[in-house]
């Protein structure tokens, strides 16, 4: 999610400049995601090359057919109650 994300919080961050409630002059904003041991390198560069070939696959007009049936549909998600009750972990660095 990181490259939407981000352009929505630079996006929010452009706007707020623009109505002059900006986030600061220091403000800057990255998304990393965090692999443990053992074996970070291993997690991360499967990950990796699991996106690139997700990416590769859903451009290709055979394969995105395939994955069709199986991919979220719109207006698919989480109900009322998960959203309420889930949670997240962030660490700030």
């Known amino acids: 999610m990181g490259p939407v ?6 996006r929010s961050a ?9 986030y600061g002059p ?13 074996l970070s390198w291993l997690k991360a560069t499967s990950v990796t ?9 859903v451009q290709q007009p055979q394969a995105r057919s395939l994955l069709q049936p199986i ?3 719109p207006g698919d998600g989480p109900s009322e109650q ?4 889930g949670w997240f972990s962030c660490e700030r660095t």
């Open 71 to 73: 991919l979220p549909q």
């Open 14 to 22: 452009a706007l707020y400049e623009e109505w002059q409630a900006p």
């Open 49 to 57: 090359a699991g996106l690139a070939v997700f990416t590769g696959g």
């Open 26 to 38: 220091d403000f800057t904003y990255q998304e990393y995601l965090k692999f443990d041991e053992p």
């Open 82 to 85: 998960t959203m309420n009750e």
């Open 5 to 10: 994300n981000t352009r929505i919080v630079r």
